[in-house]
């Protein structure tokens, strides 16, 4: 299972930017799917995360700000981020819960992560 991320790029403080992530390879089923971010000098942090059945889930810090949704045909989890903050930066990772067969366990996959900056 591969995960690719994309969509991270500089923008000015106040500007949004919306990160994508595809999980391709054998999948069976995904279950929760989710966005880390890594600032330097700082440890992985959750940013949020989406069950299978659409429930979600927040950092204080980005809530009313970021908006994570998911497309299952696609099997492809979405971050959009508005109102962004130098505070902000950081390199996004994405994960996902795969399951590769229907005899297999869920196994957690990572994306190679995308650099987010926000700056002036």
């Known amino acids: 299972v591969q995960l690719q991320a994309s969509g991270g790029g500089l923008v000015q403080p106040g500007g949004s930017l919306r990160l994508a992530c595809a999980a391709s390879?054998?999948?069976?089923?995904?279950?929760?799917m989710g966005w880390y971010r890594q600032a330097p000098g700082k440890q992985r942090e959750l940013v949020a995360a989406i069950t299978s059945g659409g429930s979600t889930n927040y950092a204080d810090s980005v809530k009313g700000r970021f908006t994570i949704s998911r497309d299952n045909a696609k099997n492809t989890v979405y971050l959009q981020m508005n109102s962004l903050k130098a505070e902000d930066t950081a390199v996004y990772y994405c994960?996902?819960?795969?399951?590769?067969?229907?005899?297999?366990?869920?196994?957690?996959?990572w994306g190679q992560g995308t650099l987010v900056t926000v700056s002036s």
């Open positions: 994960n996902a819960e795969v399951r590769g067969s229907w005899y297999s366990r869920y196994e957690t996959n």
């Open positions: 390879g054998s999948i069976f089923s995904i279950n929760a």
